[in-house]
């Protein structure tokens, strides 16, 4: 197994406001990898770097194998992204947009890519109308089908489910968990614990600038003193109660 | 590297298709930017013509150039606009983080710039010649008319690129082009400039609208064209290349 990325003593700063002060991590190649922190801990400043978009104040950061900072077209070639804030295009159709990005990625037959894709992520149907009408939900996995295009080894995804409701949470969890089964690399931002137990391989958590716990959930878990036993009636929460309800509908 | 620079080209088809949609799917851009500059020249023509002293005996020959410069001045709007919505919906991100050149984004949308301006002015001409506007000029006169206006085109294209690049909300993105249409007001579009108070005129006479509306004007009348559109092309290129470097520079943070 070898490794996607790797990141060390990475610095950044804002007009003074150091966000991210040392940073450590490894991501081995096929793994789901959770960055886990609070808003504003510095999670989408990391993304930004490993994607090219930012450069680094300091410390070192390879994607693939390549550098950064001074290899960023062949980072671009290893990578896709998909953004905290879905990165479609309003005017185009979804069809559109797949048909676009294949062309950019130079594929050779763009319009059976997006047909595929549309088809993968329950879109079909809307396939030639705007995104503006789509709900949240489709509008994610747009945005996560156009990161698809091209199938890159690599795949960065800064909160993918926030904002999004159980039922459209769980559909992406699905996804990623398809492209992890096929062997994509995917490095996956979060605020919520639970994305990150339901999913990953490996967890970080950003707090303060640095990684300051990661590893596996189990070895996470050992880090933190054994709860006490208690019997209380165990009370359904409120996501699982709306899932059972939910969920009668069946596969879609 | 190599491969970004092959697909360089292609990559920029891409982009130009891209923006095209965007504005024959918002008829608006298109209409708002003809039905401006032709209401004006029905009220300048119909309305004062009348009262307006020129050399000429038409006055539709004499309007139209300043005309044609005020509709690109707010075509050129919707590019910033256009940019700036690529911004705020991280779109740019996404094409950014691809293995493309990062210029072709913005040549998509000076591109679509210079087709959707093309469009609005041969309207504007339509309606000119309706309303008597007649020229004798040659093909190459017409050619040359046409290189003046494409490269005024870009020129004030490359500043919508600035300001849609470095604006913070969509009235910013826009508002730097309300000056631009104004100034063919205080040149000799409309009026000729002897007629104005002196400071007005100074001002007038050695603004970049006043030679190149000169130069049109002197093509389309088929008369020779004198010093006028080497000051005119002068202008066109020192705005093109400044606004091309600051909008660069906002591009690359
Ligand atoms: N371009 C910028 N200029 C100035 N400060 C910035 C910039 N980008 C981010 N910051 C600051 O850096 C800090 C980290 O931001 P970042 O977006 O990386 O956090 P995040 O973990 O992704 O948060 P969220 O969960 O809200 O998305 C924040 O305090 C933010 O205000
Ligand atoms: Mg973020």
């Given at each position: 197994m070898g490794t996607a990325i790797e990141v060390k003593g990475l610095r950044k700063s804002f007009k003074g406001t150091e966000v991210l002060k040392s940073v450590d991590f490894e991501v081995k190649r096929g793994q789901i990898f959770t960055l886990l922190g609070s808003n504003g801990a510095g999670k989408t400043t990391i993304v930004k770097i490993l994607t090219t978009l930012l450069k680094q104040d300091g410390g070192t950061a390879a994607v693939n194998g390549f550098d950064v900072a001074s290899k960023p077209d062949q980072v671009r070639k290893s990578i896709s992204l998909t953004g905290q804030f879905a990165a479609v295009d309003?005017?185009?159709t979804g069809r559109e947009n797949l048909i676009m990005i294949a062309k950019l990625r130079h594929l050779a037959n763009p319009r059976q890519v997006a047909d595929s894709l549309l088809m993968r992520f329950g879109l079909t149907d809307a396939a030639?109308?705007?995104?503006?009408?789509?709900s949240g939900g489709m509008r994610r996995r747009l945005d996560i089908a156009l990161s698809l295009v091209g199938n890159p080894p690599i795949i960065f995804l800064d909160e993918p489910t926030t904002g999004l409701d159980p039922e459209a949470r769980i559909e992406v969890w699905k996804i990623v968990q398809e492209l992890a089964n096929g062997g994509t690399t995917i490095f996956l931002t979060t605020q919520y614990l639970e994305e990150a137990e339901q999913l990953a391989d490996r967890i970080a958590i950003l707090h303060e600038g640095r990684i300051i716990a990661g590893g596996t959930l189990e070895e996470l878990k050992k880090l933190f003193p054994p709860a006490e036993v208690e019997y209380v009636e165990k009370q359904p929460t409120l996501e699982e109660i709306f899932l059972a309800i939910v969920g009668t509908k069946g596969e879609k | 590297m190599e491969s970004t620079k092959n697909y360089f080209f292609s990559d920029m088809g891409v982009m130009l298709g891209r923006s095209m949609r965007h504005v024959f799917r918002s008829m608006d851009t298109i209409i708002t930017v003809c039905i401006t500059p032709i209401a004006m020249m029905l009220l300048f023509v119909y309305v004062f013509g009348g009262a307006i002293q020129t050399d000429t005996d038409n006055y539709v020959n004499y309007l139209l150039p300043g005309i044609l410069l005020i509709a690109i001045a707010s075509g050129i709007a919707y590019t910033a606009y256009r940019l700036f919505m690529d911004k705020q919906r991280g779109i740019i991100e996404r094409f950014h983080s691809m293995?493309?050149?990062?210029s072709t984004v913005l040549w998509g949308h000076v591109l679509t710039s210079i087709v959707s301006n093309a469009i609005s002015l041969v309207v504007i001409i339509l309606v000119a010649l309706i309303m008597g506007f007649r020229s004798s000029a040659g093909v190459m006169s017409w050619l040359a008319v046409a290189g003046i206006l494409i490269l005024f085109t870009l020129a004030l294209t490359w500043i919508a690129a600035l300001a849609g690049l470095s604006a913070k909300t969509v009235e910013g993105a826009s508002a730097f082009s309300y000056p631009l249409i104004f100034l063919p007001f205080i040149s000799s579009a409309f009026v000729p400039t002897d007629s104005m108070p002196t400071v007005v005129r100074v001002f007038a006479e050695n603004q970049p609208v006043t030679p190149i509306v000169e130069a049109l004007r002197a093509l389309l009348a088929g008369q020779p064209v004198g010093h006028d559109i080497w000051v005119a092309l002068a202008w066109c290129l020192g705005i093109w290349i400044v606004a091309y470097l600051f909008a660069m520079r906002a591009f690359k943070r």
């Open positions: 309003e005017i185009l030639d109308r705007k995104p503006s009408t789509y | 293995p493309i050149s990062r």
